[in-house]
């Protein structure tokens, strides 16, 4: 009985032995890939693939790459973050980019789809926006402006795509959608860029200047800024709309500055507003050829240092920053009369002012 059941169990084993060998045999005669693979068929690109390519296909050509030499002569590379992008403007070789990329720059390069680097000059700036100009020095054939789009009737959800340079990787494609819109973006002159595009399209250093696109591949802003405490994209990028743009570019090129939206007054920062316990904006001075002066306006008292006039109100928009109030004169635009709510001596008074230039 139990010599059956032995020979039972090894014939058992040699089964399973024999199972497995031909396991084995087989998936190495027929499933091993030791010669290169056929090919499968992948079939039609999704339309929104196609839509990628084409579109960075016809509008990459218009976009370029910007070098910038600091005062030392040393070119600003990779690790410095000194280069960026740009975009070319019209067929007389206007280039647009960022302030903060040229700002400080001895000389300035662009380079094109065709990939040379030209010489460009700086034909204007506008740090309120952070927007300036290039003039590339030779002239060249051939050039792409970009097509201008509109920014008034964007809407959030929709489809965006940024160009650029990030990291000095030339013709960089990212994608994302509109997460924001009507932002408020600070500005190294002290003031604020009005109806800015928030992005979660991929913005790291070097994109500062591209265009970012709708899906018709359109201009709809400039890229300028990212939130990241790492200094790499976190999903939170920014760009001066077109409409900015499309009306201070043309000003930089024939003024090379733009028009500036004021009073004619100076006043004291947030931080000494504060101190002085004072809810608005503290008028320094006023200048005498502005049309403050001409309102009746007045400053800080030179002599006993007393408080003049404390700006709390514009056409009756509570305004408490020098942002703020610089918002509200640029809503309203030059040429416009304004009432200002001012305190004056612990009375309240309205005072009606021009808005000038005071570039």
Not at 206 to 217: K, M, R
């Amino acid at each position: 009985m139990q010599n059956s059941l032995g020979r039972i169990m090894l014939l058992w084993a040699m089964v399973i032995v024999t199972l497995w060998l031909g396991h084995m045999l087989y998936r190495d005669l027929f499933l091993t890939a030791d010669a290169p693979r056929a090919v499968t068929a992948r079939g039609e690109l999704a339309e929104f693939e196609a839509l990628n390519i084409e579109l960075f296909e016809r509008i990459s050509p218009s976009v370029a790459y910007i070098f910038v030499q600091g005062p030392s002569g040393r070119l600003f590379g990779r690790a410095e973050g000194g280069a960026g992008s740009g975009f070319i403007w019209d067929g007389a070789g206007h280039v647009v980019t960022n302030h903060h990329v040229i700002e400080g720059a001895s000389r300035v390069a662009v380079r094109l789809d065709s990939g040379e680097a030209i010489p460009a000059t700086v034909v204007g700036t506008a740090p309120d926006y952070d927007l300036a100009v290039l003039r590339l020095r030779e002239h060249t054939t051939g050039l792409q402006p970009i097509p201008i789009g509109t920014s008034r009737d964007l809407r959030v959800g929709q489809a965006v795509l940024a160009i650029g340079n990030p990291y000095g990787l030339s013709r960089t494609l990212t994608t994302g959608i509109i997460s924001a819109l009507d932002r408020r973006l600070p500005t190294d002159s002290g003031r604020e860029v009005a109806g800015v595009i928030q992005t979660d399209a991929a913005i790291n250093p070097g994109n500062s200047g591209g265009p970012l696109l709708d899906s018709a591949g359109r201009l709809i802003g400039v890229n300028t800024a990212i939130i990241s405490g790492s200094g790499a994209s976190a999903g939170i990028g920014f760009a001066v709309p077109v409409d900015v743009v499309n009306r201070v570019v043309p000003q930089l090129i024939t003024k090379g500055k733009a028009a500036r939206p004021g009073i004619g007054i100076s006043v004291a920062s947030e931080e000494t507003a504060a101190r002085l316990g004072v809810d608005g904006i503290v008028i320094v001075d006023v200048l005498p050829e502005g049309t403050a002066a001409r309102a009746g306006l007045r400053g800080v008292d030179p002599g006993s240092q007393r408080l003049g006039d404390v700006i709390t109100h514009v056409d009756g928009v509570r305004v408490r920053t020098v942002a703020e109030f610089a918002a509200e004169l640029e809503r309203l635009g030059i040429g416009s009369q304004v009432e200002l709510t001012v305190v004056r001596d612990g009375a309240t008074r309205r005072i009606g002012v021009f808005v000038m230039d005071i570039s």
